[in-house]
């Protein structure tokens, strides 16, 4: 009987642990920092801090534990977003505006990445860009307008690269704590800096963490 009890008890955790496992969080990341960039301080900071927020939040990074790609390449970037698989985290560091585009390469309009370029359904974006944010264009490109548990953000004016530096200074101990649109207004008001941060989709119900 006691062996009986003891197989019974044995497959039950067993069971738990396949439970737990298979509602863990398996969402991914990556992190993109425009080669013109490389080698600014508050530029390669900011990417640096994004990813251990990403991470923090529970994303699994596709590029490897506390790394981000360097590219001027528009099409590397495209390639993520159009890859299958569990790419439902984005982060970019580039210049932008408000048309909206951003840019790997502002020499060159040929890698400018446009709303034509997007494409999948996403959780959590940022683009750490000037004045991308600045309409809902860009986050409804990523479908995270309208929808439960997905939100873009970014800047609806220009950003500094010190500023932004400062902001997700502030940031990163409050994500995952509160709202999506309450952490990020508290890193704002922390800030001496003018931090235009902006989010569309579902920042007031949640907290940004990985599915």
């Known amino acids: 009987m006691k062996k009986v009890i003891?197989?019974?008890?044995i497959l039950l955790v067993f069971a738990t642990i396949i439970s737990h496992a298979s509602i863990a969080a398996t969402d991914e990341f990556k992190a993109f920092l425009a080669k013109e960039l490389q080698g600014q301080y508050y530029d390669e900071s900011r990417v640096s801090y994004a990813g251990r927020t990403f991470e923090k939040l529970g994303y699994i990074n596709a590029a490897g534990a506390g790394k981000y790609t360097i590219t001027n390449s528009k099409q590397v970037v495209k390639d993520y977003i159009s890859g299958l698989g569990k790419n439902y985290g984005l982060y970019v560091v580039a210049h932008g505006n408000s048309s909206p585009c951003f840019t790997m390469d502002s020499s060159s309009n040929s890698q400018t990445i446009?709303?034509?370029?997007?494409?999948?359904i996403w959780h959590l974006v940022?683009?750490?860009?000037?004045?991308v944010m600045s309409t809902d264009t860009m986050a409804s490109a990523f479908k995270t307008v309208g929808y439960s548990q997905r939100v873009s953000m970014g800047w609806y004016d220009v950003i500094y690269s010190g500023a932004s530096y400062e902001w997700w200074g502030y940031f990163y101990p409050v994500a995952g704590t509160t709202n999506l649109r309450a952490a990020a207004?508290?890193?704002a008001?922390?800030?001496?800096?003018?931090t235009p941060i902006k989010a569309w989709g579902d920042k007031e119900n949640w907290n940004g963490k990985a599915w």
Do not use: K
């Open 126 to 131: 940022f683009i750490d860009s000037c004045s």
């Open 6 to 9: 003891s197989a019974i008890i």
């Open 189 to 194: 008001d922390r800030c001496n800096n003018n």
């Open 114 to 120: 446009s709303t034509s370029d997007i494409s999948g």
């Open 185 to 187: 207004l508290s890193a």
